[in-house]
């Protein structure tokens, strides 16, 4: 009887470190997915935010102003109803606006999408520009915007529209890709008093 109950405890505490050994083999096993099911799923949300971008000398040189923005674990960034605005007193004022954004790369790259316009302010010299497309890439750090998608640019009374475009506010050009069509008004009709 001594020699059942013994082989009896043995059993059931070789069950036990089996049952064990196998919990922990899950346990460890599940920590490695975590974060895979997470994937698509935002870290955080957020309403009403405001993001400023700042020189290295620490002096603002753009702001993102969003209705909701989520953050995901890869680092991108997806907003709705974004507003854009360059800082730079030294440059025309650039707005943007569109539906929807996602940022990537820690803002270094804006895509823009849906409804996009591109304001930039008037300066004594040259009438406001605006471009209209549906989908826009905007790098801050270097002051760009790029698209392949059909766009519209007004130059004062002036129209340009065309397939995928090129902007840099630094060296201040325009560069549509192609099937290009402008409509340029003589400054006789810009300045009548009709318009």
């Not at 209705?67 to 890869?74: A, G, K």
């Not at 409804?115 to 004594?124: G, I, M, Y």
């Not at 890439?137 to 059909?150: A, G, I, L, R």
């Amino acid at each position: 009887m001594r020699d059942r109950l013994t082989a009896i405890i043995a059993i059931f505490l070789l069950l036990v470190l089996i049952g064990a050994s196998y919990w922990y083999s899950v346990q460890a096993k599940k920590d490695l997915y975590v974060h895979l099911s997470d994937l698509d799923s935002p870290d955080f949300i957020a309403h009403d935010t405001t993001v400023t971008f700042f020189d290295k000398d620490g002096s603002a040189k753009a702001k993102i102003f969003t209705v909701q923005t989520m953050h995901y674990t890869d680092g991108h960034a997806q907003a709705v109803a974004p507003r854009y605005y360059s800082l730079n007193p030294n440059m025309a004022q650039i707005t943007a606006r569109s539906d929807y954004a996602k940022m990537v790369d820690s803002g270094q790259v804006i895509h823009f999408l849906g409804n996009v316009v591109l304001t930039q302010d008037a300066t004594s010299k040259r009438p406001e520009s605006k471009l209209e497309t549906s989908q826009l890439d905007m790098y801050p750090d270097t002051n760009e915007y790029k698209s392949d998608k059909p766009v519209k640019i007004t130059r004062g009374h002036d129209v340009s529209t065309g397939i995928g475009m090129d902007y840099d506010n630094v060296d201040r050009t325009f560069k549509l890709r192609s099937q290009v069509q402008t409509t340029i008004l003589p400054n006789t009709v810009k300045n009548s008093p009709l318009q």
